[in-house]
């Protein structure tokens, strides 16, 4: 498999940009019972439209980022989202063309990422967070309802990229 | 499911494990220092113009849970003319962000404070649940890292990490954080722990001491709390009896973390403890209805 210039730098644009929107427009949306994350579904969309190594690169990338941006450990969401690109970017999904698909990979993945990000802050932190756990079912609706508007955006970026790569 | 090629299988091992490694440098302490204010010094620009972007629209989603609280305010304003009624709905969002500098500079004024005026120019990465902001003032402006985080109604949280020109705070609300309170009148000591969205736990320190629902509560000294004391955290919502005589209680926080804008960085604390001259008057707050 070949790696594309072109493919590279947008998806290294998108992940600063996911990064960057997150903190600064979507986390500040007063929603109830949780909020969706860009990042995320951005990482879900590269994994479906390039597959596992792009994936793990886009997870790994926007999570070191996310991480150096915040007050936790760096590597923290960078073990999270580097394994669920890898995961979805497994999963066969060339002969799909409905939303139906991504939007379920989105919530498994969404839950996913959730509980490994809880389990490692668990046993980073010494106080509990169980009681955080009741914002898993807002979390993951946010995330799904925001796959399709990025997912299908993600799939055309790259599908113009891998075009150019084999001219 | 396609399975893995080799080469994947060995580049997600290494992913792994460098992340580990990551995380346990990191945790034993300041490895990443360097890199993490290498990324704020080339972010922090970015995050300010996105988020002056962005913040009207924070600010006025922020303000739509009170817009029935301005209601008298707007049929005073409509016996004006039409014009200077629309001038000032377009004003509006900027007026927001006057108000909550006037409270900040009151809560500063009442409790001797010196405080560095900050705006949020990011929120953290949350998952849901780690509870952070990135405010765009650092150690050139004086910030250092413990330093107590309020607003115009109390609490805000406190500096964790502080690059040049940006510092990362962790909220009063994350479940990480823990705070020692006072409570007002009687005095008892006690711990607030975060939870995310769920009100805040108050833990007493003495568990007979009596808490009743309406209690306040400001910073207190308890344990090894490196808050300003007397700044305002919040109210007892709920008391939770619990078995053994343990009472713990849920106390909702003045503050609105999810719609934090200006805030200020205390440098500098009372010189003595202010004990509970911050907290407002109770009599208004009741009239407030909240």
Known sequence: ?167 | MKSPTRRQRLAIVVLLVLSAMFVTLDYRGGSFDGVRSGVATVFGPVQRGFSATFGPVGRFLGGIPHIGSTHAEIAQLQRRNADLRRQLRLSGIDSARSDQLRRLDLLAGTGQLRVVPAVTISFGPSLGFEWTVTLDVGSNDGVAEGMTVVDGDGLVGRVKRVNDSTSVVVLAVDPGSSVGVRQEGSGSLGLVTGSGLSPLSYDPLDPRGGISVGDRLVTGPYGGSTYVPGIPVGEVTHVNPGHGGQVTADVRPYVKMTSLDLVGVVVTGPRTDPRDSMLPRKPKRLANGD
């Open chain 1, 1 to 167: 498999m070949r790696v594309s210039p072109l493919g590279l730098t947008s998806g290294a644009v998108g992940v600063v940009l996911a990064v960057i929107l997150q903190g600064t427009l979507i986390a500040r949306l007063p929603l109830p019972g949780g909020g969706p994350n860009l990042v995320l579904v951005l990482v879900v969309g590269v994994a479906l439209a390039a597959g596992a190594t792009a994936g793990m690169a886009a997870g790994f990338g926007a999570g070191v980022l996310a991480d150096l941006l915040s007050a936790h450990p760096v590597g923290v969401l960078a073990i999270c989202f580097g394994l669920v690109g890898f995961m979805v970017g497994l999963l066969d999904t060339s002969s799909e063309r409905s939303i139906f698909w991504p939007v379920v990979v989105t919530g498994v993945a969404a839950a996913g990422s959730f509980l490994a990000y809880a389990a490692v802050m668990s046993l980073l932190r010494s106080g509990s967070t169980s009681s955080t756990l009741g914002v898993l079912p807002g979390t993951v609706l946010y995330d799904v309802m925001l796959t399709p508007f990025v997912v299908p955006v993600v799939a055309v970026v790259a599908r113009r990229c891998d075009l150019d790569a084999r001219r």
